[in-house]
C-alpha cells in the first residue's frame, strides 16, 4: 500500500485544516494519523478501524480533530478545528490490516507510512 499525505500548511492558532491520506487502496485497512514535532517523539492523533466503527483520539485532540474515511475514493480525512501552537508538528498517516480496536493507537501495529505533511499553527 502506498500513502500520500496532504492539507499541511501554515495556519493561525484557532484556525482549521483538512489533513488527507490517499492510498493505493485502504479496503480492509485501518488508517492512523501520527505527528512528530520537533525534538519530540512521534505520537499518536487518532486512527480509524477499517469498519469505520472504531475511531479514537488523543486526549490532546479530543473535541477538535475528527477522522473520517471513504472508501470508494481510498482516502482518510482528518479535519482539524481550533488549531493550537501545540499541534505544530509533521503528521504522517500509516495503514494496517492487522490492527484491532485495542491496537490501534500503537505505532508499531502499522506497516506502511507515508511521507508526511507539515502542520504549523501560528500563535
Known amino acids: 500500500v502506498q500513502l500520500q499525505a496532504s492539507g499541511g500548511g501554515l495556519v493561525q492558532a484557532g484556525g482549521s485544516l483538512r489533513l488527507s491520506c490517499v492510498a493505493s487502496?485502504?479496503?480492509?485497512?485501518?488508517v492512523g494519523w501520527f505527528r512528530q514535532a520537533a525534538g519530540k517523539d512521534r505520537e499518536f492523533v487518532s486512527a480509524?478501524?477499517?469498519?469505520?466503527?472504531?475511531?479514537p483520539y488523543a486526549d490532546s485532540v479530543k473535541g477538535r480533530f475528527t477522522i473520517s474515511r471513504d472508501n470508494a475514493k481510498n482516502t482518510v480525512y482528518l479535519q482539524m478545528n481550533s488549531l493550537k501552537p501545540e499541534d505544530t508538528a509533521v503528521y504522517y498517516c500509516?495503514?494496517?490490516?492487522?490492527?484491532?480496536?485495542?491496537?490501534?493507537?500503537?505505532?508499531?501495529?502499522?506497516?506502511?507510512w507515508g511521507q508526511g505533511t507539515q502542520v504549523t499553527v501560528s500563535s
Open positions: 500509516a495503514a494496517s490490516r492487522r490492527a484491532i480496536s485495542s491496537t490501534l493507537y500503537n505505532s508499531e501495529t502499522y506497516d506502511y
Open positions: 480509524i478501524h477499517w469498519t469505520g466503527g472504531s475511531k
Open positions: 487502496s485502504i479496503r480492509n485497512y485501518a
